[in-house]
Every structure is written in C-alpha cells, then in structure tokens.
C-alpha cells in the first residue's frame, strides 16, 4: 500500500470470543481489539452455536476498535474462522442451520461413507470434517438451501453481500482438491449438490467492495475490500512470520502440532498429515500426543515452574523416554496402543523432569525427521509458540536435539496473520 496511513484488519474468530488486529503497511499492529461470546452448546458429540452470535460479536469488536482506530483508513479486511465449522445458509445468506462446530463429532456415519470413497490423502476424513457435518446436514436441508459456507466465509460474506466462496484452506475440509484446485468427482458419489459448493479462492484474494450500509453503520470506507480468508491455524501459523521452505512451528501447548512449510505437499493420512495450501507453497503439518498433558499428568503447574527454574540443559540425563499422558500415539509413530515410556525413573524429580523435556524434544525431532522423510524440505528453523515456548531451558534442549536455531514467535496471534494476508493481498 503506498498510503502509510493506510491499514488492514484481521479478524480472529475464535471459540471463546473475537479478537481483531489493525496494521499498518510497514505490518506494525496500530490497534486490536477483542470480545467475548459464549461458549457453544454441547449435547454429547453435537457441538453447534447460533451464527449470530459470531456476526453480533464482529459487529461489537469492530465499534469497540473504532474508538481508538479511525476505520475510514481501512483498505481490505480478511477473516479467520475455527477450521471445519460449517452452516447452511439461503440466497441472502440467512442461517438455514446452526453452525456446528469444529469439534462437533455427531457426523459419524456420513464420516464412514466418505472414508468409502474419498482418497485417504483428503482432507475431508472423520466425523469432524466440514463434507461430514454437510452430508448430516442435507437429510434435514430445506429446499431454499442455497450455499454451505464455513465460519470465516459467512462471516466475510455478511461484509460483502454475497456466500458463493471460500478460501483454499478452509475448504480443505469440505473435499476440495488443493493440488488439482478444484471439487474433485468424488463428492458426486456422495450426493453433494454442485450448487452448494464454493467456489474457492487464495486466502488474501480481494472478493469485492464491502456492503455500503454496513460500511457507514461502522464508519469504515466504501471502498474497503474483503479479502478471502483462512482457518485459524494457518492465520497463526503466518502470524509467526515464517515464511522460508524449511521454516517451521512448533506449538508446545497440550499436545506437541508440528507444521512445516514446504515447496511440495505431503499427505499420510494414517498419521493425521495433510497438507494446507498457501499460495505456491505447502504447510505440512501433524500432531504427536506428547506435551503438556504428559508433564502435567506427572507434576502440577506450580511443580513445573519449580523443577524448571533448577534444569541444567548443558548436561543430558540420558534417559530414553517417550512421555505420554496414556497408551496411544499417531505422529511420529502411528500406534494407538503405544505406552508411555517413562522408566527407570530416578530419585531426583528434577532429573525425572528434565529427561521427559528431552524426550519430547526427540519426539519433535522424529516428527519432522519423518516429514522429511514423506517429501518436505529439510528443516531449517524452528519458531516456537504455545506455554512451553517461554520455557528457555527447555529451549536450549530442544536446539540440541533439532540442531537448528529455534526462537519465540514475536507474533502468534492469529488475527495477525489475517492482517497480514489483507495487507499482501495473498500468503506473505
């Protein structure tokens, strides 16, 4: 943008709320904001929530950022939304059911038709995915049903007037083929109505002008662009700035998620690894059952931060652990009944603690040694977010064991990384 005073905004929606973040082109953020909503309703596997109350804290969030962010300065806007949460909606873009959400698990069997058809490298596997919650969907679909749109895409559409698009990432899930980049024949087998489906765009593609009433209701430019937009992960995956083949981010949260970006994709269904397109390159990405949960399943927070504070990382314990909260793992090892290997354990609970950090941090080596392995590029660094990245100890352990620099994330927000797709018009 040649304007300096020109800003982009990303809009996070998340599970528990809407956080939004205004930057500048040097991609300084000027301003953020953030709202609360309530937590979905849950009723055994369905998970599901009324759209409107995303569409009504987007509203909120935007009138609380204009009083310290002048929006008439806003050139495009681009929107991330919780991967796989899907609704139906009619020609004006009016709910024609919840929105389930993405861990809503309820799809069970329409789940097990597509496992019957689809290729096991489709990211639309499992009773969470949006082509599952879409088949469950249509039975009880009524006749002026006209499009199936994702969190992100309803959203952007209420922005700009119109539902009949998506993003490459979001609609991973609903079937659609990232390499070909299309809707591959497949779904015909499955009954999915062509009309329903999106067509799809690069996250960051400008979609048009936003809806005149909407623009002067909230003091924003009729001239501000939508831009299509990402799931969740990714915005906080860009969020972090890494941008080279071979960069990577590791999240040190309950679970140990991996995601490397790469010139080729890389799929192994069995382990839960797909591969999100991002423009020209590829984000690889798995999750071991390591982490947090392991540590905590051991020792309380309050022991952790104690036992973390005595940790020597210049001298390995030697210990040869695999720390699991319970028997079973996907990635690096692709065995649900794997136990955890937590023996001998030694006196010292400092030693005990310092070898399991060790141990994680050679399942995270193992993992992207393993995507390596499946066709991704070597690794060339490591950002880290999550608790754990503020861990330096630990840090240190992991350097030794990925032999590459690893660093914090200065920026792990994931309405960042729709900022910055708003602001390059594409994947950074």
Known sequence: MSDAGTLCLGIDIGTSGVRINAIDAAAQVIATSAVSMPA????GAAIDQDPDIWWQAVMAVLAQLAKTCDL??????AIDGTSGTLLLVDGQGAPRSLGLMYNDGRAGQAAARIKAVAPSESGAQG?????AKLLHLLPDA??????????????????????????????????????????????????VPRHLLPDVAVPGTNLGTIEAEIAARLGLSSETQICAGTTDGVAAFIATGAQMPGDAVTSLGTTLVLKLLSDRPVFAAPQ????????????A???????????LAQFDAARIAELTSQLDPAHPTGLDYYPLSKPGE????????????????????VTFFQGMLEGIAEIERSAYARLTELGAPALRRVISIGGGASNDAWTQIRQRHLNVPVTRARQTEAAYGA????????PP
């Open 285 to 295: 990405g798995g999750a071991s059952n390591s982490g947090g949960a392991a540590l």
């Open 419 to 426: 900022a910055l797709l708003a602001l390059h018009e594409g």
């Open 40 to 43: 979905p309703r849950q009723q």
């Open 330 to 349: 996907r990635f690096p090892i692709n065995d649900p009944d794997l136990a955890p290997r937590l023996t001998p354990r030694p006196a010292s609970d």
């Open 72 to 77: 008439g300065k806003v050139a495009r806007i």
């Open 142 to 191: 009524s006749s002026d049903c006209r499009h199936a749109v994702h969190q992100a895409d309803w959203i952007a559409g209420r922005l700009l007037g119109r539902f009949d698009f998506s993003d490459e990432n979001n609609a991973l899930k609903l079937g659609y083929d990232p390499i070909g980049r299309q809707w591959p024949a497949w779904l015909e087998q499955l009954g």
């Open 127 to 131: 009773p969470s995915a949006a082509l």
């Open 272 to 283: 839960g690894i797909y591969s999100h397109r991002l423009g020209d390159r590829w984000l």
